[in-house]
């Protein structure tokens, strides 16, 4: 006797071959993107040529680095051409203080002024030479010694809103006391404390050899 057994029709070859062919498709790109994402050997370029520092640097612009207070005796004598003194002319002594700052110029430095070595390590800077500012007059600081006049400025005086007009005065004070800053150690003492702060800050961004050069400021 015949026995009838149920039978199951399966997915076609077609089929199957198609649905092998899109997992491996699958399978392929997922092995594509990890290679690309999570390459062993893949290496990652690190730009240490220093223009984010130099630009950090350039931020600041007109650094104090140092200031020198100082004191200067002034004798200004002005006298008629053809009165004597006791008509007219004046002579005034004073001691006048007055201070000097030593500036370092960074806002205007080169696309070479920062070096970084291969190593990352290492830095080079070339900063341009500290600049003297101009005496900054303290007026209340300054002591008349003595202040003679001629009969006609007195009388004068007596009719002027302004009678001791020291402008002159401060001119020369001024002209003094710069030349006073030139001849003493401002701008080194200026170097040094710029060499000093500079070498804190970069060292703490992980810099260990650190030089730093000075060229001549344009005038």
Known sequence: MAVLKNQTKG?????????????????????????????????ETIDRSGPALLQRIRKLEEFNAAEGNF??????????????DFLK?????????????????????????????????????TLPEPVLQPAEIDEAGTRVVSRDRGLID???ELFSGNPFDDRKLYVAAQKKLNTAASESDLQQTAKENTEAWLKTFLSAAGFEDITINWSKAPT
């Open 71 to 84: 004191v200067q005796s002034v004798d200004l004598q002005e006298d008629a051409a053809y009165l004597p």
């Open 89 to 125: 002319g004046q002579r005034v002594t004073a001691l006048v203080t007055g201070k000097v700052r030593a500036t370092v110029d960074f806002s205007q430095l080169g696309d070479k002024a920062v070096e970084v070595g291969n190593d990352g390590r290492s830095i080079t800077l």
């Open 154 to 156: 007195r009388i004068g």
């Open 11 to 43: 997915p076609s070859t077609a089929v199957f071959l198609a649905v092998i062919a899109a997992l491996v498709a699958v399978v392929v790109a997922v092995v594509a993107i990890g290679a690309v994402l999570f390459d062993p050997f893949a290496t």
